[in-house]
């Protein structure tokens, strides 16, 4: 699929209503890779190199380890014999599927355990670790000819580690998963509230100063600098509303209550399944509700101030 005239997305989709795409960006010099997708993607991420007429893929980017955003790397490495960039800390989860597995499913095993179905769900969508050959950091510019230049940006939340692009010459915002699915049957969770909302804020900035002819996501259809917008405040209300319902099921409760409780109650009220990320993410925003003064935590029960 042709975005513009330097910029292509392969697109799958992961369940009747999200969809899951990845991009090349073409250069006349060389091209590169964002994002691999899921394993199954191999082939049209090929078939979209091909649409693109691009001769030199030297570099594929991974804009963070989750299984759905690294799934062809082992097979997109052995093809074009290309490199894989990651934001700096995520080399382990890209390289390791057993560390992966491990630290992305039983973030609390003692309340979800190991389940062998999970495993290959999670697995299954990866073709095997690949080494990381370059380790990625904010503002690095990668020059694909004379005016085809792409600058990274550091968008921690979703995952401590994820970085996003700005194409400069076509005046394309290129993200992974700092635009999130904030509707659903799942949350998709994120590592820290905190830290995303100033990834939302800083997003809001640089849309403000270059007001994104196009906006390019891995879970949403191509928008422009007002779509982006209107994403960015998706995200904001859902960060509110997880924090506005713990406060509500703690205030509420007779007696302080540990995670377990507190995450199944998040999502009963919030409409969604009971899942690991959800898990990990209700953890990050009780920890920093602590941190914050505005939730006491002893002997692993919480409770509002």
Do not use: C, W
């Given at each position: 699929m042709k975005i513009n005239e330097k910029i292509f997305a392969a697109k799958t989709m992961l369940s009747d209503t999200i969809p899951l795409h990845t991009f090349i960006v073409k250069g006349k010099d060389f091209s590169v890779l964002i994002d691999s997708g899921i394993a199954s993607m191999f082939s049209d991420i090929v078939d979209v190199v091909e649409e693109s007429i691009s001769s030199d893929v030297r570099f594929l980017f991974n804009t963070h380890p989750h299984a759905d955003h690294i799934g062809s790397n082992k097979q997109l490495k052995?093809?074009?014999?290309?490199?894989?960039?990651?934001?700096v800390g995520s080399e382990q989860w890209i390289e390791d599927m057993e560390y992966h597995y491990e630290q992305f499913c039983l973030p609390f095993?003692?309340?979800?355990?190991?389940?062998?179905?999970?495993?290959?769900?999670?697995?299954?969508?990866?073709?095997?670790g690949s080494k990381v050959d370059l380790s990625v950091t904010e503002g690095m510019t990668i020059k694909l000819d004379g005016e085809?230049?792409?600058t990274t940006i550091s968008?921690?939340?979703h995952m401590i580690y994820e970085i996003g692009?700005?194409?400069h010459s076509t005046n394309t915002l290129i993200l992974g998963d700092a635009i999130t699915v904030y509707e659903g049957d799942l949350f998709p969770g994120h590592f820290s509230p905190k830290m995303y909302r100033a990834s939302v804020k800083k997003l809001a900035e640089l849309n403000r100063k270059h007001?994104?002819?196009?906006?390019l996501t891995a879970h949403f259809d191509p928008t422009d600098s007002e779509g982006l917008y209107k994403h960015l405040l998706g995200i904001h209300h859902m960060i509110d509303q997880i924090d506005w319902?713990?406060?509500?099921?703690?205030?509420?409760?007779?007696?302080p209550l540990a995670l377990e409780p507190i995450w199944r109650a998040v999502c009963d009220r919030m409409g969604r399944i009971y899942e690991f990320r959800g898990l990990a993410m209700v953890h990050g925003h009780l920890t920093e509700a602590v941190q914050d003064g505005k939730i006491l935590q002893a002997d692993g029960l919480y409770t509002v101030c």
């Open positions: 052995e093809k074009y014999n290309l490199l894989i960039a990651a934001p095993p003692e309340i979800l355990p190991h389940s062998d179905e999970t495993k290959r769900d999670i697995i299954g969508l990866m073709d095997g085809t230049q792409l968008l921690p939340g692009f700005i194409e007001q994104f002819k196009q906006v319902t713990i406060h509500q099921i703690l205030t509420e409760a007779s007696k």
